[in-house]
Structures are given as structure tokens and as C-alpha cells.
């Protein structure tokens, strides 16, 4: 395949073989499978469900919850904070963009973390 004249690079690649959304519904699979059993792409395309792969940490994910101009409710900074020191190491990270991360939580965990 071809990108504006020149290869894909294989980020282009994942993204023309299945929308990145479509991660949503394999998640469970994964869940039950293991980390391991997660594709090249389809650890690409967890991060359009805000979830990171990290090889420094095998086997542990990194998710990212967007606050849409820095602003949220205190009940809502609790509940990402409860998740945080159920499924992590009791800490969150907020990023100079105002973000939040949640760090070291497994596969596994994910689909609890969503349903929450």
C-alpha cells in the first residue's frame, strides 16, 4: 500500500486494515486471553480507546482520561482516583495538558475500569 506517493509507514498500515474504534469489542477477548495474545495493531489501536501499551512495563497498561478543558467535579476526580488505587498503584498522574493517567493496571482490568 501506498501513503501519498511513498509506503505506509505501519502505523497507516494498522489503521486502513480496521477502524480504530472497532478495538472496543475485542477488548473482552483480550481480557480473557492475556496481554500477550494482543496484535501489533491492535495494541496501535487501544490507544484510540485510551489505553497504552507500554514496553517498559510488560503486561501493565497505561489509560488516559481526557478532561475537556481542565475542568471536572470533584466526584468525578474521586472516581478515577478510586480506579486508580483498585486496579494500579494508588496514583494517578495529571499531565501538563491536564489530562489524568492511570498507570500499571492490566488488560484484564480494562473492561471492569470501563463499566464503572
Same mark, same amino acid.
Given at each position: ?8 509507514? %505501519? @502505523?497507516?498500515?494498522? *489503521? &486502513?486494515? %480496521? ?7 475485542? =477488548?473482552?477477548?483480550? +481480557?480473557?486471553?492475556? /496481554? ?10 487501544? %490507544? /484510540? +480507546?485510551? $489505553?497504552?501499551?507500554?514496553?517498559? !512495563?510488560?503486561? #501493565?497498561?497505561?489509560?488516559? $482520561? #481526557? ?6 467535579? &470533584?466526584?468525578?476526580?474521586?472516581? @478515577? ?7 494500579? *498503584? +494508588?496514583?494517578?498522574?495529571? !499531565? ?7 498507570? /500499571?493496571?492490566?488488560?484484564?482490568? =480494562? ?6
Amino acid at each position: 500500500m501506498y501513503f501519498r506517493g511513498g509506503a505506509m509507514n %505501519k @502505523i497507516e498500515e494498522y *489503521k &486502513s486494515e %480496521k477502524d480504530g474504534l472497532d478495538i472496543l469489542t475485542d =477488548v473482552p477477548r483480550y +481480557a480473557a486471553e492475556g /496481554w500477550e495474545a494482543i496484535t501489533d495493531g491492535d495494541r496501535e489501536r487501544l %490507544k /484510540w +480507546a485510551g $489505553v497504552f501499551f507500554r514496553k517498559q !512495563t510488560p503486561g #501493565r497498561f497505561m489509560m488516559r $482520561v #481526557r478532561i475537556p478543558n481542565g475542568i471536572t467535579k &470533584s466526584a468525578q476526580i474521586r472516581a @478515577i482516583a478510586e480506579i486508580g488505587e483498585e486496579f494500579g *498503584k +494508588a496514583f494517578i498522574d495529571i !499531565t501538563t495538558r491536564q489530562q489524568i493517567q492511570l498507570r /500499571w493496571f492490566g488488560i484484564e482490568d =480494562v473492561p471492569e475500569i470501563g463499566d464503572g
